[in-house]
């Protein structure tokens, strides 16, 4: 008879206290590249792509530490990755913390290589201007990807500062490089002030779902993801979840806030109401510790990570 595939687990809160063991995400094994995964959580420590509060460099090791209470099953969806998924941390992306444009391309070459193996990569951040050369090398490997964007900002801007590359970006210079198949991309949560009343607009044009807070508030957003899925399933999808999409009350610990965001149910619904895309990959961003006092908002942020773990393809369901 074929012998079972033995697949890594999380270290248990029997075993070890949940306050001692590797500090890794969900106290996962680590390898030192993605040979043998089918997932994989990396971190990428990086905040010189900000515009207002620092502090994303340190957002990977918060949120791997604050990931220590997370045990290995779902108990909402019925989710069991680690009976079916091959799952580990493999570390840090090793950025070049004085050179944004040199981390870009680091990042890309990184992800370059990581792709080369069958392995679906669930990242931590970092700002969101590392979203850029990961869709580059999604697109390598998939061509152009639909898209998922949970975000209290559009990151649509022009230039940030005269800059083409920064936080506020990522998706603006994903469209020009073909790397998104824009009639299958969606963004949930925008909201806040803009230097123009047409801000989001722009992503409309190029065919994107744009979903403002405003449309959200009160209610579940179940039947939205509905209507989001047969947007952009078709094809591989990729999900970029920033944090500031919460509302500040749940999530305070970012570089930069908006009040009317959505709420922690609201965000377990668009996570899970992505469940049976083809998802090649995820981020969960713009954590900044210094601004997290309690470390809620790593907390929330380990645990949607862990979510997205959980709707990935081939994640056994008892």
Request: proline share 8%.
């Amino acid at each position: 008879m074929p012998t079972q595939p033995s697949y890594n687990q999380p270290l248990g809160g029997n075993e070890m206290p949940r306050f001692g063991g590797p500090a890794t995400m969900m106290r996962l094994p680590t390898q030192k590249s993605a040979a043998g995964l089918d997932a994989c959580f990396v971190g990428i420590p990086m905040d010189i792509g900000t515009s207002n509060r620092p502090g994303t460099r340190f957002g990977p090791r918060q949120i791997r530490d604050e990931s220590r209470m997370l045990r290995p099953f779902n108990m909402a969806t019925r989710a069991a990755p680690f009976e079916s998924l091959q799952v580990a941390d493999i570390g840090d992306v090793p950025i070049n913390t004085f050179d944004l444009k040199k981390s870009v391309d680091i990042i890309g070459r990184y992800y370059d290589e990581l792709l080369t193996h069958d392995v679906i990569p669930l990242t931590l951040g970092g700002d969101h201007t590392l979203a850029l050369p990961i869709l580059r090398a999604m697109a390598k490997k998939h061509g152009p990807v639909g898209l998922i964007h949970v975000d209290a900002h559009a990151d649509i801007n022009e230039h940030m500062f005269g800059e083409a590359i920064a936080h506020g970006t990522p998706f603006r210079r994903a469209v020009e490089e073909g790397l998104l198949d824009c009639d299958r991309v969606a963004q949930i949560g925008l909201r806040g002030t803009g230097y123009s009343a047409e801000e989001f607009d722009w992503g409309r044009q190029q065919g994107f779902r744009v979903v403002p807070a405003e449309e959200c508030w009160h209610q579940s957003l179940t039947p939205l993801m509905a209507e989001i899925r047969d947007k952009v399933g078709g094809g591989p999808v990729y999900v970029s979840f920033d944090i500031d999409s919460l509302d500040p009350a749940y999530a305070p610990g970012t570089g930069t806030v908006e009040i009317g965001g959505l709420t922690i149910p609201q965000a377990l619904e668009i996570i899970r109401g992505a469940h049976g895309l083809d998802i090649v990959g995820c981020d969960l961003v713009e954590v900044s510790p210094p601004y997290d006092a309690h470390g809620q908002t790593a907390v929330v942020a380990a645990n949607l990570l862990f979510e997205m773990l959980c709707i990935l393809p081939g994640v056994k369901r008892r």
